[in-house]
């Protein structure tokens, strides 16, 4: 099927002239700098937070494109991934009009978007081993559906979708299909029954999407800070693309979305990919040693595979058991009430000592 991305932009969008800021019309680094109405001297601190930041984040995406094997022009970064999940849906869906699909049980936020955007949802469930009905997912396309959002490995379920599923979607499909990959660190080998410690960490480059970008100009991977870099606080998502699809990102974004601060720790964050692969290994330790832990309790029925840094375990009775945790400042998150997690709790590994913790009480619980 053939894409247009004109045809799947807001007409509006595809006109739209954006705003011109200062650091748009000189890019040179030297100067007399009297464009923008900074104050020159100095910060209140008397630190240099005076002026404002790079608009497109370039010395970023220079150092941010080889760790992806992607192009700078691929990368958009976001104050977190809410705000691509966001600008997508604006830039596509005209309210009331236009329509996207979820696969439900899925993360909460883009519904949560196309709610505020006042723009109707499509939903069709995953299998119930958390799969895409590829089928029924093409059939309830309609002609006002722009876009498809994929989650994998999927929040909450944690397990990573199969390939050949988004291949058929993206291949089926003429708008958009935005693949989420919160969680891709996590996913090294899939279906991979060997044990974390001998991992060959690739930092997710397998598993992800990112490599088949030059193959499907419909495709949008995002990614994030949140989890595996440990910088949930910075408040920074990533999303890749056609350079095309950027282009309209950055048009249609708050011109400095990403504070010089930010920018700042990030660019440093950037020398320290080796640590991140080891968090992500420590992680998967952990993980595999509360998956084995978990399964002699005897409240827990089931605890499904995960490919990401947290465990669905199915219990007896979970809503009674996440009011008994809470009780005990123990905080998991409640998916009892989630389409296909009956009496789910989500887990997130913790560190050991959180995790032992956490073991101890379900133990207690169920001998009561
Ligand atoms: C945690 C998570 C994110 C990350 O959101 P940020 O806004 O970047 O912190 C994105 N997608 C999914 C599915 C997540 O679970």
């Given at each position: 099927?053939?894409f247009?991305?004109?045809?799947?932009?807001?007409?509006?969008?595809?006109?739209?002239?954006?705003?011109?800021?200062?650091?748009?019309?000189?890019?040179?680094?030297?100067?007399?700098?009297?464009?923008?109405?900074?104050?020159?001297?100095?910060?209140v601190?008397?630190?240099?937070?005076?002026?404002?930041?790079?608009?497109?984040?370039?010395?970023?995406?220079?150092?941010?494109?080889?760790?992806?094997r992607?192009?700078?022009?691929?990368?958009?970064l976001?104050?977190?991934?809410?705000?691509?999940?966001?600008?997508?849906?604006?830039?596509?869906?005209?309210?009331?009009?236009?329509?996207?699909?979820?696969?439900?049980?899925?993360?909460?936020?883009?519904?949560?978007?196309?709610?505020?955007?006042?723009?109707?949802?499509?939903k069709?469930?995953?299998?119930?081993?958390?799969?895409?009905?590829?089928?029924?997912?093409?059939?309830?396309?309609?002609?006002?559906?722009?876009?498809?959002?994929?989650?994998?490995?999927?929040?909450?379920?944690?397990n990573?979708?199969?390939?050949?599923?988004?291949?058929?979607?993206?291949?089926?499909?003429?708008?958009?299909?935005v693949?989420?990959?919160?969680?891709?660190?996590?996913?090294?080998?899939?279906?991979?029954?060997?044990?974390?410690?001998?991992?060959?960490?690739?930092?997710?480059?397998?598993?992800?999407?990112t490599?088949?970008?030059?193959?499907?100009?419909?495709?949008?991977?995002?990614?994030?800070?949140?989890?595996?870099?440990?910088?949930?606080?910075?408040?920074?998502?990533?999303?890749?693309?056609?350079?095309?699809?950027?282009?309209?990102?950055?048009?249609?974004?708050?011109?400095?979305?990403?504070?010089?601060?930010?920018?700042?720790?990030?660019?440093?964050?950037?020398?320290?990919?080796?640590?991140?692969?080891?968090?992500?290994?420590?992680?998967?330790?952990?993980?595999?040693?509360?998956?084995?832990?978990?399964?002699?309790?005897?409240?827990?029925?089931?605890?499904?595979?995960?490919?990401?840094?947290?465990?669905?375990?199915?219990?007896?009775?979970?809503?009674?058991?996440?009011?008994?945790?809470?009780?005990?400042?123990?905080?998991?998150?409640?998916?009892?009430?989630?389409?296909?997690?009956?009496?789910?709790?989500?887990?997130?590994?913790?560190?050991?000592?959180?995790?032992?913790?956490?073991?101890?009480?379900?133990?207690?619980?169920?001998?009561?």
């Amino acid at each position: 099927m053939t894409f247009d991305l004109a045809s799947i932009l807001r007409p509006h969008i595809l006109n739209l002239v954006p705003y011109s800021s200062a650091r748009d019309e000189y890019t040179g680094k030297e100067g007399v700098f009297l464009d923008a109405n900074e104050n020159p001297y100095q910060s209140v601190n008397g630190q240099q937070w005076n002026r404002y930041p790079d608009p497109y984040q370039w010395a970023i995406k220079e150092k941010l494109a080889p760790i992806k094997r992607v192009r700078p022009s691929q990368i958009f970064l976001g104050n977190g991934s809410d705000e691509p999940i966001d600008l997508l849906v604006r830039a596509t869906c005209t309210p009331r009009e236009d329509n996207i699909l979820i696969m439900p049980p899925t993360y909460g936020m883009y519904q949560v978007s196309a709610d505020i955007n006042d723009v109707p949802i499509v939903k069709v469930p995953l299998t119930p081993d958390f799969q895409i009905d590829t089928e029924k997912v093409l059939a309830a396309v309609t002609p006002n559906t722009k876009i498809i959002w994929i989650c994998s490995p999927n929040n909450p379920s944690g397990n990573l979708v199969k390939r050949e599923a988004i291949l058929t979607i993206l291949t089926n499909f003429s708008g958009l299909v935005v693949v989420d990959e919160a969680y891709i660190d996590f996913a090294e080998l899939p279906e991979s029954s060997e044990p974390p410690e001998s991992l060959e960490l690739s930092g997710g480059l397998t598993a992800s999407f990112t490599n088949e970008l030059d193959n499907y100009p419909n495709l949008i991977v995002l990614q994030t800070f949140s989890k595996a870099w440990g910088l949930a606080s910075l408040r920074l998502g990533m999303c890749f693309a056609s350079e095309e699809i950027i282009k309209v990102l950055n048009k249609i974004k708050p011109p400095y979305n990403l504070s010089g601060a930010t920018q700042a720790i990030l660019l440093e964050a950037l020398d320290f990919v080796e640590a991140k692969n080891q968090l992500v290994k420590d992680i998967l330790v952990e993980r595999q040693r509360l998956a084995q832990e978990l399964v002699v309790i005897p409240t827990v029925k089931h605890i499904y595979p995960s490919d990401a840094n947290f465990l669905l375990v199915k219990f007896e009775k979970a809503k009674q058991l996440f009011d008994d945790l809470i009780e005990q400042k123990i905080i998991v998150r409640d998916r009892s009430k989630v389409t296909l997690c009956e009496d789910c709790l989500r887990i997130t590994v913790g560190t050991s000592e959180e995790n032992n913790v956490l073991l101890e009480a379900l133990k207690k619980l169920s001998e009561q």
